[in-house]
């Protein structure tokens, strides 16, 4: 593996660890993909891309003397991250210089009842997360996310950017489905608005969508109209 082109994308200063000096920092990547370290603050160490100390010896650079993989060191803030039990996660930051631990953002998890999506930061064991989402795999969860938190995904800051609520306008006589607060959907013939509340045929509404193919799936039942999308 070429570990150079791995920690060009890395600052310096970036702790790493050898078995010949203990736990050393990143200086730079050499012309030749050489890779630059520092030990006892100033005393600089030369190794090849590969990690290798010498041609013929064993690979002597890695992450942390706990955490050796550098695929997972090479995990960069916003990679979907995939686990046993089809479980997804977005990769915030290692939690510290072991490179053991890191910050996951919006875990997805699947349940008997359906898929949770926990939006706290949690700390989670490198070793339990064992490779990146394919392409399919995280349009999918990143599709979960925006409906369950009904907003779209900014990938810069890991964030959902809520919708912002369309005040629909209707015609009198218009057809529409109405409710009172929690109470079931049913069909209508709108009348007027007056602030928050519509009047319709049947009396006072406190919510009115518009009558369509997808709402009237909403009839009859307290679901939202999230829930049917």
């Keep these: 593996?070429?570990?150079?082109?791995?920690?060009?994308?890395?600052?310096?200063?970036?702790k790493l660890y050898t078995p010949i000096w203990g736990q050393v920092t990143f200086d730079h990547i050499g012309d030749d993909e050489t890779i630059y370290v520092l030990f006892n603050t100033y005393d600089e160490c030369v190794f090849?891309?590969?990690?290798?100390?010498?041609?013929?010896?064993?690979?002597?650079?890695?992450?942390?003397?706990?955490?050796?993989?550098?695929s997972k060191f090479a995990w960069k803030r916003g990679n979907i991250l995939k686990s046993d039990?089809?479980?997804?996660c977005f990769f915030d930051k290692f939690?510290?210089?072991?490179?053991t631990c890191f910050e996951?953002?919006?875990?997805?998890?699947?349940r008997a009842d359906g898929v949770f999506i926990a939006p706290e930061v949690t700390k989670e064991s490198v070793e339990n997360w064992y490779e990146k989402a394919s392409l399919e795999e995280a349009r999918e969860y990143i599709k979960?996310?925006?409906?369950?938190?009904?907003?779209?995904?900014?990938?810069?800051?890991?964030?959902?950017?809520?919708?912002?609520?369309?005040?629909?306008?209707?015609?009198?006589?218009?057809?529409?489905?109405?409710?009172?607060?929690?109470?079931?959907w049913r069909p209508e013939i709108f009348g007027y608005a007056?602030?928050?509340?519509y009047y319709c045929i049947g009396g006072w509404y406190s919510e009115i969508?518009?009558?369509?193919?997808?709402?009237?799936?909403?009839?009859?039942?307290?679901?939202?109209?999230?829930?049917?999308?």
């Design 194 to 197: 007056d602030g928050k509340s």
């Design 104 to 110: 996951a953002k919006y875990m997805r998890y699947n």
């Design 48 to 70: 090849y891309n590969d990690g290798k100390y010498s041609t013929e010896g064993e690979y002597m650079l890695f992450p942390s003397k706990e955490m050796r993989d550098w």
């Design 95 to 99: 939690s510290d210089d072991s490179y």
């Design 1 to 14: 593996m070429n570990i150079a082109e791995i920690l060009k994308h890395k600052p310096e200063g970036t």
């Design 209 to 229: 969508l518009p009558y369509n193919e997808e709402t009237t799936k909403l009839i009859g039942t307290t679901k939202s109209l999230r829930d049917i999308i």
């Design 144 to 184: 979960n996310i925006e409906k369950t938190f009904n907003g779209k995904f900014d990938m810069e800051n890991l964030e959902i950017v809520p919708n912002k609520p369309t005040e629909p306008k209707f015609e009198p006589y218009e057809k529409v489905v109405a409710r009172y607060n929690r109470d079931a």
């Design 85 to 88: 039990g089809n479980m997804f």
